[in-house]
């Protein structure tokens, strides 16, 4: 399947894809139980990580990797100032669990230079054929020709075994307030 590296243009179909890939996501179903909420915290990111030509597109939408390289940042100063604001507005009096999670995952984040995967969504109709995989495997091919390790939080435990098989690591976790999810970080040593 064709890859392409996204552009502004691609704003409304990442976002449609990430909140279709996401819509069964414990983790952030949890944080947004209306996917209204979920589609605008992800256009909110999505819109920030644009800024770098590191979003990876497989064919019509079928797939995306959003990448953040080394020395990014997933948000800018401007745009940290707006999650709170943006939360209490999508999901009301829960925006402080969201908040203390979205503070653990900054917490666990590694501070050695590298690839961030902020982001890997399949469409429904494309699950199971490998596209995704595909994806991440071009992405992390990148990342060995610069020599670079790569780092993700998994939010959904079926998928760490995807990630083992593709070298990344845990080498951490952490949870909702509740302690009802959890978080794997993992990390890909620089190959």
């Not at 990014?72 to 939360?87: F, Q, S, W, Y």
């Not at 990344?168 to 993992?186: E, L």
Request: charged residues 25%; proline residues 6%.
């Amino acid at each position: 399947m064709h890859t392409r590296t996204a552009g502004p243009s691609d704003l409304d179909g990442l976002t449609a894809l990430m909140t279709e890939a996401f819509a069964s996501d414990p983790l952030w179903r949890w944080a947004f139980d209306d996917l209204a909420g979920l589609e605008q915290w992800w256009r909110f990111l999505i819109t920030s990580a644009l800024r770098y030509p590191s979003i990876s597109i497989a064919g019509d939408h079928a797939a995306a990797a959003v990448w953040i390289p080394p020395g990014g940042v997933e948000l800018t100063e401007e745009e940290e100032g707006r999650v709170e604001p943006l939360l209490r507005s999508l999901v009301g009096p829960r925006a402080d669990a969201i908040l203390t999670l979205l503070e653990r995952f900054e917490e666990t984040h590694p501070t050695e230079p590298h690839y961030y995967l902020s982001l890997l969504g399949t469409a429904n109709a494309h699950r199971g054929r490998g596209v995704g995989m595909a994806l991440l495997g071009e992405g992390l091919r990148r990342c060995d020709g610069e020599g670079v390790p790569a780092y993700l939080e998994s939010s959904n435990p079926t998928n760490d075994r995807r990630y083992d098989a593709v070298g990344f690591r845990r080498v951490g976790s952490f949870s909702t307030p509740d302690d009802a999810h959890a978080v794997s970080a993992m990390w890909r040593a620089r190959v």
